[in-house]
């Protein structure tokens, strides 16, 4: 039997941390779609953030993306956030977007280009700095798209030295988070192709390194709950980017796509004592929103994690260890699928209410009004998004 009074505690514990650049406008290579209202400020996409945590109570954090969010007085922004309600997340380092980086960043056969893009990732450890961020998230766009056309080798040398100087920058309550992505928008060799790499090159860096999985940046098929447990019994996970794709990195919302997925996961995380604040795994969201509306999308996001979350709370340990161990397979596989077939939507609207919150957080956005009073206000100037 499972204490449903523990799994309420351990859900008022969940904190999952947003992507700016999920408030922004975006897209795909054909076509971006405006949406009235969108920020056109590093400040109003926090602003949009927070009524994500206003209405959920478990979105504590902004993740941000330099240059895309770039101010001239970051702990002025980080002070923002916290008027916000909300506090500023992982730094997302972009070296992707800049002419130079056409044939990589950090490993580029140029040597100007490298220390270019090492100058911009030690930029965003000064962002952390400023903001009181501890995590750099690194993603590299580098790779190769013909046979040849680079030394694959000598690419992971240059790789290898760029992480090692950034984890020498780093202060000692700061981690770098890699990021490994199959390809995309390199189409022969990627430099961070998998989990395997990421996890080679974050063994050698020593503590402060980690691998960060993000749920679209697989081959079909791929099984992430595998990665997760290996990752965390190895304690090398460092977080999560969500979101959800039917074909490659749709980055569509978070268990649409398949919430069986996701409990898997999220049951991964449990077991392994990824759900304990301790092991600081960093929960995130990295999705655009192209054609649904941006906010509700999120808030829809976080409802979508919470409850894969519960279910994976709601799984009877011992029940499973005991089939487990008696070799019982479709009792122990029924343990599991009892808990993923629970509903757990009363639940956590229950939770909800005892914390003083609308019990439907979708509902609840809707009728505040928010979205037509940004439509109202936000008018003229840039709108920030995807390359701003
Ligand atoms: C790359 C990625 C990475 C970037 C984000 C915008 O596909 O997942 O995390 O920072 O998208
Ligand atoms: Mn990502
Ligand atoms: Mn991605």
Request: charge should be negative; include cysteine.
């Amino acid at each position: 039997m499972t204490d449903l009074s523990a799994v309420k505690a351990a859900l008022r514990g969940q904190s999952i941390e947003l992507p700016s650049w999920a408030f922004a406008n975006s897209g795909t290579r054909f076509k971006v779609f405006g949406q009235p209202g969108v920020p056109r400020t590093p400040q109003e996409k926090i602003a949009d953030a927070a009524q994500v945590h206003r209405y959920t109570g478990i979105a504590p954090s902004v993740a941000l993306h330099i240059p895309w969010d770039t101010v001239d007085d970051y702990a002025e922004l980080a002070a923002y956030a916290r008027e916000q309600g909300v506090r500023v997340g992982t730094v997302n380092a972009n070296v992707f977007q800049d002419d130079d980086f056409k044939l990589g960043s950090v490993t580029n056969p140029d040597p100007g280009v490298r220390a270019k893009a090492l100058d911009h990732l030690f930029a965003c450890i000064g962002v952390m700095d400023a903001t009181g961020s501890a995590d750099l998230k690194l993603w590299f766009a580098d790779g190769t798209n013909y046979p040849g056309q680079d030394d694959v080798r000598a690419r992971q040398d240059r790789l290898a030295e760029a992480l090692e100087a950034v984890r020498d920058r780093l202060g000692p309550d700061q981690r770098m988070l890699l990021e490994y992505k199959l390809f995309e928008p390199a189409f022969y060799t990627t430099d961070v192709p998998d989990w395997g790499t990421a996890y080679a090159h974050c063994l050698k860096l020593g503590d402060q390194a980690q691998v960060v999985v993000d749920t679209g940046h697989h081959a079909p098929g791929t099984n992430i709950e595998f990665i997760v447990a290996f990752l965390l019994r190895e304690h090398k996970l460092g977080g999560f980017d969500f979101n959800s794709r039917f074909y490659a990195d749709d980055d569509l919302m978070v268990g649409a796509a398949d919430p069986f997925q996701l409990f898997r996961i999220m049951y991964e995380v449990v077991r392994g004592g990824g759900y304990d604040p301790a092991e600081g795994i960093a929960f995130m969201l990295d999705q655009c929103h192209n054609i649904e509306a941006k906010i509700p999308a999120q808030i829809r996001s976080v409802l979508n994690v919470q409850e894969a979350t519960a279910k994976a709370l709601l799984v009877d340990a011992g029940a499973l260890d005991a089939a487990q161990r008696s070799g019982d397979v479709l009792g122990a596989n029924a343990v599991l699928m009892d808990a993923y077939n629970t509903d757990v939507r009363p639940l956590l609207a229950e939770l909800r209410e005892e914390d003083g919150r609308d019990p439907d957080p979708m509902a609840a956005f809707a009728r505040s009004g928010y979205l037509e009073a940004i439509a109202a206000e936000r008018v003229g100037g840039r709108q920030a998004g995807w390359g701003a």
